[in-house]
């Protein structure tokens, strides 16, 4: 986050630092004190962890983000078929990892934008606040109320329970 | 009482002037304890800083916390050295897209040194588990199979004795004596 972050979904704010006019021929404290803890605190901390950022760049190794193929679904697995079950399951609990971790990226945007607007938050974060309310939702409407033994069957009953009655719903709309 | 003080003062005086003399320190009562006036220990029995202080044994209790700090710091302090040349000397992996044509090993999915050596060469990868988990469904399967096909056939069979369980051989027709009942008269 310090250095590597989209500017477009965290915008940088306009810096509102006043112009200085100085009146007094006096010297400004805030100014002493900061640079105090810039000579006492920042400069050493900081030559220490570029010494050490140093050492990192002479062996430096790498991680990947693993990729996963995909695999026939719940929907598309034969009856007594064992196997598939259990690689449409593996393949279910990797994407509900994944949909958690947007549904926390999403919050953090919300709470970076709320942190960022000050007081001004409720009308300025519009379209965070919209998005987060779509993704909770559609997270609540399909992970929602598993339970901790939640399973892809388990899922996939839920999503036709939601069909029927989103059916239900259209005929008795029509009448 | 006064007299009493002044003649304190006055022996201990004579006292310190001449403190081999032999007279003085005979007998002398009042001048035995003061050699000099200035280094007495002058005990209170109420407000004093106290002189012999009473409390419980703290033996065990130090030992107790001696011990504790020993074997804490016996592995801790190795085990903090090494982490922190670890974090410091060999530090942790970059984030990298997969080059092309190259498929990472399974340990080389995992950021922080430690964990990849863990990975690398106590940890089983995790397709093996996969592929072991699989394995054992497959089994499962195949005997969940062969016992139900089992049950049919055993019920088939059982219900239209055509098959070969569930009858017993008989001898063969042909070795049958019939001369004993083939003439009427025997």
């Not at chain 1, 449409?88 to 990226?105: F, L, S």
Request: aromatic letters at 12%.
């Amino acid at each position: 986050m310090p250095d590597g972050f989209d500017k477009d979904v965290y915008p940088v704010p306009p810096r509102r630092t006043p112009a200085v006019e100085k009146q007094t021929g006096l010297p400004n404290p805030a100014e002493i004190l900061i640079k105090l803890f810039q000579y006492t605190v920042d400069v050493p901390v900081t030559t220490f962890r570029d010494w050490v950022e140093r050492q990192h760049e002479r062996n430096r190794f790498f991680y990947y983000q693993q990729k996963f193929r995909r695999v026939p679904d719940l929907t598309e697995c034969k009856l007594g078929d064992h196997l598939c079950n259990y690689e449409a399951e593996m393949q279910w609990r990797r994407d509900h990892k994944v949909d958690q971790e947007i549904v926390k990226v999403i919050k953090e945007r919300l709470g970076a934008c709320q942190q960022r607007e000050g007081n001004s938050y409720l009308q300025n974060c519009d379209k965070e606040m919209n998005q987060f309310r779509q993704v909770s939702k559609a997270y609540q409407s399909r992970y929602g109320d598993l339970g901790a033994y939640g399973s892809a069957q388990k899922c996939l009953m839920k999503q036709k329970h939601r069909m029927i009655a989103e059916r239900k719903e259209a005929t008795a709309a029509e009448d | 009482m006064v007299g009493m003080s002044v003649l304190r003062v006055a022996a201990g005086f004579a006292a310190r002037l001449n403190p081999l003399k032999q007279g003085f320190s005979n007998g002398r009562l009042l001048t035995r304890t003061i050699p000099k006036t200035e280094s007495a220990a002058v005990r209170y029995g109420s407000h004093g800083k106290q002189m012999f202080v009473f409390k419980p044994s703290d033996y065990y209790d130090r030992r107790f916390l001696h011990l504790l700090k020993y074997y804490i710091l016996l592995t801790g302090i190795p085990v903090a050295a090494i982490i922190t040349y670890i974090n410091v000397f060999i530090g942790e992996a970059e984030l990298a897209e997969i080059p092309e044509n190259y498929v990472p090993e399974h340990w080389e999915y995992y950021k922080h040194p430690i964990t990849r050596w863990i990975a690398r060469n106590l940890y089983d990868p995790p397709e093996k588990n996969y592929e072991k988990m699989m394995a054992l469904i497959e089994i499962e399967s195949e005997k969940a199979e062969m016992r139900r096909t089992q049950m049919d056939v055993r019920k088939l069979m059982r219900e239209k004795g055509d098959g070969p369980w569930y009858h017993y051989e008989t001898m063969d027709k042909s070795l049958i004596d019939y001369s004993p009942k083939s003439t009427p008269d025997n």
